[in-house]
């Protein structure tokens, strides 16, 4: 009987213990932009991630046009005159992207009443010209296919290291490998052996920088919990990782544009919808996929998948003997 006595107050115990825990258990969700505000808060604390990112269809990209000096004016000499020029030059892309530019210089000159024949004019040390801005990069708009496009890799934003393999046969050139150690990277083109190291510096996209890949990310998401739109919880669904929170919103080119008018190189934002799987425990995004048949900017569909939210282990460049130095003046720019 003391036995049975014993081991019925254990039960007994155990039973209230998983009772007071499910009591603890806060209840599933069911307010679409509650969980997307959540889930902005948890890209905020993203340290490390592996994603997988694949694309198909077209899009436009925009393509950054050639720098030109801005003409300056010259001036006529007079006996006795001030001249003034100013220029300005607007330049807009077909998604609505625009750049300006505007110089303004003025000079005067002071010829002498009654000059030599033989004398050499000179400038008046009275001269004055404004120097011109640095002018604005202007994008332009190409459409670029999207099929068969795929990057797979880790990123360690706190310690601004990545590993990514990608490729993307819409553009030539654009596959192989690179390795990001701040502050050197280490690029190996498809079918390379050697890598070819240099300084973050020359990245004109660093992956391994928050302020950028995961900016794109947090702005989409931003994206989908605008006021102008109507985000749906579809349901809880099963993940790799889990239950999940299906949300899906119909995305208005205006909602886009608002999140990434910064972002020169899309320079289509078209309308389209955007489905996000979020977990339910921790609200880490797990999969976004965006798909788009909009006439302004393609017929598209994105997907990229994370996992492995800040487990991933230290990223370290290649061996001595894999990668060249062409040349040493750009490494820890």
Not at 76 to 90: E, I, L, R, T, Y
Not at 229 to 240: A, D, F, R
Not at 243 to 266: E, G, K, M, S, W
Request: aromatic share 6%; hydrophobic share 40%.
């Amino acid at each position: 009987m003391s036995r049975r006595k014993s081991l019925a107050t254990t039960a007994a115990g155990l039973l209230a213990i998983v009772a007071l825990l499910a009591g603890c258990t806060s209840a599933p969700l069911t307010d679409a932009r509650q969980i997307l505000s959540k889930v902005n808060d948890s890209l905020k604390n993203l340290q490390s991630v592996h994603f997988h990112l694949e694309a198909g269809g077209q899009f436009s990209v925009g393509i950054q046009a050639a720098a030109t000096d801005t003409p300056v004016p010259t001036d006529a000499p007079s006996a006795s005159a001030s001249v003034g020029a100013s220029a300005s030059a607007g330049t807009s892309a077909s998604a609505g992207a625009s750049a300006s530019v505007a110089a303004s210089a003025s000079a005067t000159v002071t010829a002498s009443p009654t000059p030599a024949p033989t004398d050499t004019p000179t400038p008046s040390p009275s001269a004055s010209t404004s120097a011109a801005p640095s002018p604005t990069p202007v994008y332009t708009a190409l459409p670029v296919s999207l099929d068969g496009s795929k990057a797979d890799g880790d990123i360690d934003f706190q310690n601004q290291a990545a590993s990514i393999t990608y490729g993307m046969p819409g553009l030539a050139g654009i596959s192989g490998e690179l390795i990001i150690v701040n502050p050197y990277s280490y690029y190996r083109g498809y079918g390379a052996t050697k890598f070819t190291a240099t300084g973050v510096s020359t990245l004109s996209i660093n992956p391994a920088l928050s302020s950028q890949s995961l900016f794109v990310v947090q702005q989409i998401v931003k994206a989908g919990s605008d006021a102008s739109l109507s985000p749906v919880l579809v349901g809880t669904e099963q993940e790799n990782s889990g239950p999940c929170y299906h949300i899906r919103v119909d995305v208005t080119q205006a909602a886009l544009a608002n999140q990434l008018a910064n972002l020169n190189f899309l320079q289509e934002k078209g309308s389209g919808r955007l489905d996000l799987w979020i977990t339910q425990g921790d609200f880490q995004l797990e999969r976004l996929e965006f798909s788009t048949s909009d006439p302004d900017a393609g017929t598209a569909a994105v997907r990229l998948v994370l996992s492995k939210w800040n487990q991933i282990p230290p990223i370290k460049g290649p061996a001595a003997g894999q990668f060249e130095l062409p040349d040493l003046q750009s490494l820890g720019q």
